[in-house]
């Protein structure tokens, strides 16, 4: 499986991104899609995971009503729609992919990583 990122940039503080990770190889059917984030000198963390079968979505308190996870099946992609951005939202974006379609908001859930999509927010 190859995930690839993309759609990170530089942005004002309360302006918008959206983040793509298209899915390529062995694609599972049934599987959970996830964002996850790292600042520098941080620990990755959890922000957004949707079900690739029936779409439900769970995401982190820090980002719930200001992000939106959703899933292109006919593209394999898997979109993070970022709106009223602060500085705290700085980090390396990263999405993964869970091959057993539970929630889960822990790293080592997720076996296949992109290689990482770069958000900057200024204020």
């Known amino acids: 499986v190859q995930l690839q990122a993309s759609g990170g940039g530089l942005v004002q503080a309360g302006g918008s991104l959206r983040l793509s990770c298209a899915a390529s190889?062995?694609?599972?059917?049934?599987?959970?899609m996830g964002w996850f984030r790292q600042a520098p000198g941080k620990e990755r963390e959890f922000v957004a995971a949707?079900?690739?079968?029936?779409?439900?979505?769970d995401y982190a308190d820090s980002v719930k009503g200001r992000f939106a996870i959703s899933r292109d099946k006919a593209k394999n992609t898997v979109y993070l729609q970022m709106n009223s951005l602060k500085p705290e939202d700085t980090a390396v974006y990263y999405c993964?992919?869970?091959?057993?379609?539970?929630?889960?908001?822990?790293?080592?859930?997720?076996?296949?990583w992109g290689q990482g999509t770069e958000v900057t927010v200024s204020s």
């Open positions: 993964a992919l869970n091959p057993i379609d539970l929630a889960s908001r822990q790293v080592s859930r997720y076996d296949y």
């Open positions: 190889g062995r694609t599972f059917r049934y599987n959970r």
């Open positions: 949707i079900s690739w079968r029936d779409g439900s979505a």
